[in-house]
């Protein structure tokens, strides 16, 4: 860059960057940082054509607004508009999916595999069917307290088979 045309540039920064960026901060919704980057790049390309810093009437300042706003206009329309924006919300709820819950129905598939038939037919008695403890031991032809005490050890016995298959409780 010539002294002349370094000269040129800050006087025509000084004459109408005030005025630009004010312009330019409205175009871009209030962003200053990001308006302050299109007037670089606005004053970039104004040194890059010499016609426009040798210019002394008042033209120099709408071909500067004019660029600015295609700038503008360019980024709005790239995948640069489409940036990372910081915010305090999640911009999507998350969506149930039916994989977590079909890996947990074969480890308790498989855990409930690992029990003895004693135990697995009071377990489905009592929680799958929904039996009290009499009717269990009705369906079953068991006594009520040999229920209690099957579910008990069945319900141990489940808990560690899905601690070492890695299943959550």
Not at 89 to 112: G, L, S
Not at 145 to 162: E, M
Request: charged share 25%.
């Amino acid at each position: 860059m010539r002294t002349d045309d370094a000269t040129l540039l800050r006087e025509l920064h000084d004459q109408h960057g005030h005025a630009l960026w004010a312009y330019v901060v409205g175009l871009t919704n209030g962003d200053r940082a990001h308006a302050q980057d299109v007037v670089q790049e606005t004053m970039l390309r104004a040194w890059r054509n010499p016609q426009v810093l040798a210019q002394t009437s008042g033209s120099a300042r709408g071909w500067l607004f004019t660029v600015a706003k295609r700038i503008v206009i360019d980024e709005w329309r790239t995948a640069r508009s489409r940036r990372e924006r910081v915010t305090d919300e999640v911009p999507e709820r998350p969506v149930a999916d039916a994989t977590d819950r079909a890996v947990d129905h074969h480890i308790v598939v498989a855990a409930m595999l690992s029990l003895s038939a004693e135990h697995r037919a009071v377990l489905h008695e009592c929680y799958f069917r929904g039996s009290s403890v009499a009717e269990a031991a009705v369906a079953l032809g068991i006594p009520a307290g040999t229920v209690k005490s099957r579910t008990h050890y069945a319900l141990r016995a489940l808990r560690l088979a899905l601690d070492e298959m890695g299943g959550a409780r």
